[in-house]
């Protein structure tokens, strides 16, 4: 039993349960905006935000971590800001993939925008930059979900914009019925 804990104890340092909070917090962020990106139906959601933000924070710590190792050996040799620069290049990648071009207009822009900045989001948790996470990931919920409405609105009442209109019909009329949950009647959701 001493062994056990003994081992416990060497594998569960203060280290690796402050790399545990910074991955759990990285899940949780990305998870809660991938979530409005599911409520806004698109193909990016939970698990690809989640994903996103757990590794930008993983490549982070990771690149602390070389930093501590080898910058004593090798003083002035490694920047960790590099693994961060190359995060962002290449989120910027998949994003870019996320993008197409239909019907006339362009589509995903705003999910491969906030899977960006979840990757940011990462990287701030992976420096240890909680309270910045926390408060941009607050941010990004609000542009996300609820600035969705307002320019919805703004742009069908105030700047009415006969694209936008037309648009927004075609969707209403290709929209799936799905079953309410409080009766067996189907019924579109829009």
Request: net charge positive; aromatic share 12%.
């Amino acid at each position: 039993m001493i062994i056990f804990n003994q081992i416990i104890t060497q594998v569960f340092d203060a280290p690796f349960i402050f790399f545990i909070v910074k991955m759990l917090l990285a899940m949780i962020l990305g998870i809660l905006l991938g979530l409005e990106r599911i409520h806004a139906h698109k193909t990016a959601g939970m698990r690809t935000y989640a994903l996103v933000t757990m590794a930008a924070a993983f490549f982070v710590s990771i690149s602390i971590s070389i930093g501590e190792i080898y910058g004593a050996t090798f003083p002035g040799s490694f920047n960790p800001a590099l693994i961060a620069g190359n995060i962002v290049v290449g989120i910027g990648f998949l994003g870019a993939g996320l993008i197409i071009f239909k019907d006339g207009h362009i589509e995903n822009l705003t999910t491969a925008a906030g899977m960006w900045l979840c990757a940011g989001i990462g990287m701030a948790i992976g420096f240890g930059l909680f309270r910045e996470a926390l408060f941009v990931a607050v941010v990004t919920f609000f542009v996300l979900g609820v600035l969705s409405f307002i320019e919805r609105a703004i742009r069908l009442r105030i700047f009415p914009d006969p694209e936008f209109i037309a648009h927004m019909e075609s969707v209403q009329k290709t929209s799936k019925p799905r079953k309410s949950r409080s009766s067996k009647k189907s019924v579109v959701v829009e």
